[in-house]
């Protein structure tokens, strides 16, 4: 298997990444969650095993960002926060497990491969369309008008979650907390700077002009709207 390990502490960190590889398993590192979602986001895992206190977004915030995605490996939460409310807490956020500090690694790799074993869970939709707009989430591709469109990370996580919401008016602060998932200053204006790139990224692949309805618009003293919510 190919496990993602994000984990602060050094030396449960190279306890755990020891005994999977011993165990012939290949395993990514990743000591804060800043660099642990960006490699949930962007690699492939057949495992991700994440501590619930992390410097940068904690495991929580890690494992909503990933289910926002789309993205459904199977993660395995660490946590000394191990009373029922927190177990619940870090279910309700998308973990397929939970497992409280301090541990048997015997145990932790019990875990790991009953994971392993469960039957791949089946997603409601792996293609979303709106409009001309077509998005492949399992490839994380989106095309418009047939014509690919090049998307960062956090674009295709903005445009997904529009996708998810068509004709609906999402406010700034909505956009912020599902698909940044941090607490912003809310005079921040990178929701703003993003949709201006998903919106100019989308026009130019087709050759949209100005005379033409915008495909996300702007509602003014609102936020934004992908289609016309007719």
């Known amino acids: 298997m190919r496990v993602l390990v994000i984990e602060d502490d050094r030396a449960t960190a190279d306890y755990i990444q020891k005994g999977l590889v011993e165990a012939g398993h290949v395993v990514d590192l990743a000591r804060t969650g800043k660099d642990g979602l960006f490699l949930g986001l962007n690699e492939s895992y057949d495992i991700i095993v994440t501590d619930r206190m992390l410097p940068g977004p904690d495991g929580l915030a890690i494992l909503r960002a990933l289910r926002t995605s789309g993205i459904r490996t199977p993660v395995l939460v660490l946590t000394a926060l191990g009373d029922v409310d927190h177990r619940v807490e870090g279910l309700d956020a998308g973990a397929d497990d939970y497992l409280g500090k301090p541990f048997a690694f015997s145990e932790l790799r019990a875990r790991l491969d009953a994971l392993a074993r469960r039957p791949a869970a089946s997603t409601e939709a792996t293609i979303l369309r709106v409009a001309d707009v077509e998005m492949d989430l399992l490839k994380r591709s989106v095309k418009r008008g047939g014509k690919p469109v090049d998307l960062l990370p956090t674009e295709f996580r903005l445009l997904e ?29 990178v929701v703003d700077v993003h949709v201006s790139r998903v919106r100019r990224k989308l026009d130019q692949a087709v050759g949209a002009t100005d005379a033409q309805p915008p495909l996300i618009r702007t509602v003014r003293g609102a936020g934004y709207a992908l289609g016309s919510g007719d």
Not at 164 to 182: A, I, N, S, Y
């Open 161 to 189: 979650y529009m996708m998810r919401h068509p004709g609906q008016v999402l406010t700034r602060t909505m956009l912020l907390e599902r698909v940044w998932d941090f607490n912003f200053d809310p005079n921040t204006n």
